[in-house]
Every structure is written in structure tokens, then in C-alpha cells.
């Protein structure tokens, strides 16, 4: 999380080209929060390190907000008017059966902890 925190939004903002306008910043700004997303994970792990963050990272231009998110953050929008909307998916295993499926694909296995009152996942 503190690797994340001081390098992400650095990636993120080395990866749009300088003396655009701001439609074009827009347009360049989806690619390079994936960008900066993976050269930070990439650098991370690099460094040996086995820990991991989840992070979301919220640009609001105007009436445009773009959301980028990698683990299980959740980013909720709650406007004036009462109207909150979900701005991404949550990768909570016991809900989410794509994520489920991902993690069995690459090789991780699901199950249930020994916490007690814990929700068994399959």
C-alpha cells in the first residue's frame, strides 16, 4: 500500500503526453491509469515484495469522473440529488463468480478460512 501510494499516481500521470487539451486528456486518460496501474505492480514486483494492495483512483473533470480499480475496492457515487450509484465490482469470492472462476484459472485455490461464523465459499 505504501509503494502504492507514493508511485501510482506518478505512473498514471507519466503515462498521458504532455500540452494536451483537455478532450484529449481525457481520451488519453483510460489508457494511462492501466498503464500506471501495471508499471506499478510490475516495479513492485520486481522488488521480490509478496505483499499486495487493492487501490481505486477517482479523476472527477467536470461532469466526467473516471474510475480506475484493481482488488476488492469499492468506489460508491452519491450525488446531491440522492441518486448513488456502484462505480465498480466488487471481487468478494463468496459474491462474485467470475472472480471465483479467475482465481481457480491461474492456479489459486477457493475455500473457506477458519473463521468463525465465516461464509463458505465455493
Request: aromatic share 4%; hydrophobic share 35%; charged share 20%.
Amino acid at each position: 500500500a505504501i509503494y502504492t501510494t507514493e508511485n501510482l499516481l506518478n505512473h498514471v500521470l507519466g503515462a498521458i503526453p504532455h500540452g494536451l487539451g483537455r478532450e484529449e486528456w481525457l481520451q488519453a486518460l483510460p489508457r494511462a491509469l492501466v498503464a500506471g496501474f501495471v508499471k506499478t505492480d510490475k516495479e513492485f514486483q520486481s522488488r521480490g515484495e509478496t505483499s499486495g494492495t487493492t487501490a481505486t483512483f477517482v479523476i472527477v473533470d467536470g461532469w466526467t469522473v473516471t474510475v480506475a480499480s484493481v482488488g476488492d475496492s469499492r468506489c460508491i457515487l452519491d450525488t446531491q440529488g440522492g441518486t448513488v450509484s456502484t462505480l465498480t465490482v466488487d471481487h468478494r469470492l463468496e459474491e462474485n463468480v467470475e472472480e471465483r472462476q479467475r482465481v481457480t484459472a491461474s492456479g489459486g485455490e477457493v475455500g473457506r478460512l477458519c473463521i468463525v461464523g465465516g461464509v463458505q465459499v465455493r
